[in-house]
């Protein structure tokens, strides 16, 4: 059978000294069976516990750096806590165009160590967050006083802008 999906995602950072810090996502989704017109739908809370770096503030073609993280992933079903651990590698910068506007954008590799499975490819606009994977493009983004709250529909993953220096330039 085919089904239809539809996620939202909410994601919210810190800035740090070190760059921006991943402190939680949550996620609301929707899916059709299209063979037996069932919907499913649910909501999902990550929090994270320990720092997740997703973006120093340097940042150059070549680099990379490790995430080791621990949270709490909370559904309809209960809570239970969750390790991430993955490797990140920037790539060269391109232009990518995506619902939210078009954006010079740096390629980058997550690598996910528990999980090869969980690998993926996106593109980053350092003042803005993930733009673009396999699975999701950036919808919209929204502003706020510190950092950035980002959405995206049909989406994994996104970050936001933070407004204190210094930032690196394409």
């Given at each position: 059978?085919?089904?239809t999906y539809t996620w939202s995602t909410r994601t919210y950072y810190r800035c740090a000294e070190e760059g921006v810090v991943l402190l939680g996502r949550e996620n609301e989704y929707e899916q059709v069976d299209?063979?037996?017109a069932t919907t499913y739908a649910?909501?999902?809370?990550?929090t994270y516990t320990k720092d997740h770096l997703v973006w120093p503030k340097k940042v150059?073609?070549?680099?990379d750096w490790l995430v080791e993280s621990e949270g709490t992933l909370e559904t309809e079903d209960g809570s239970q806590s969750f390790t991430y651990r993955a490797k990140y590698t920037v790539g060269d910068v391109d232009t990518v165009t995506v619902p939210a506007g078009t954006f010079d954008a740096y390629f980058v590799s997550v690598e996910t160590l528990d999980?090869?499975?969980?690998?993926y490819d996106q593109y980053v606009a350092p003042?803005?967050?993930?733009?673009?994977?396999a699975t999701?493009?950036?919808?919209?983004?929204e502003f706020d006083a510190d950092c950035a709250r980002s959405r995206q529909s049909s989406s994994r993953r996104v970050w936001g802008r933070c407004r204190v220096p210094p930032w690196s330039v394409l």
């Open positions: 059978t085919t089904s299209l063979g037996t649910g909501s999902s809370r990550q150059s073609p070549g680099d999980d090869p499975n969980s690998s003042d803005i967050g993930s733009v673009q994977g999701f493009a950036l919808m919209s983004v």
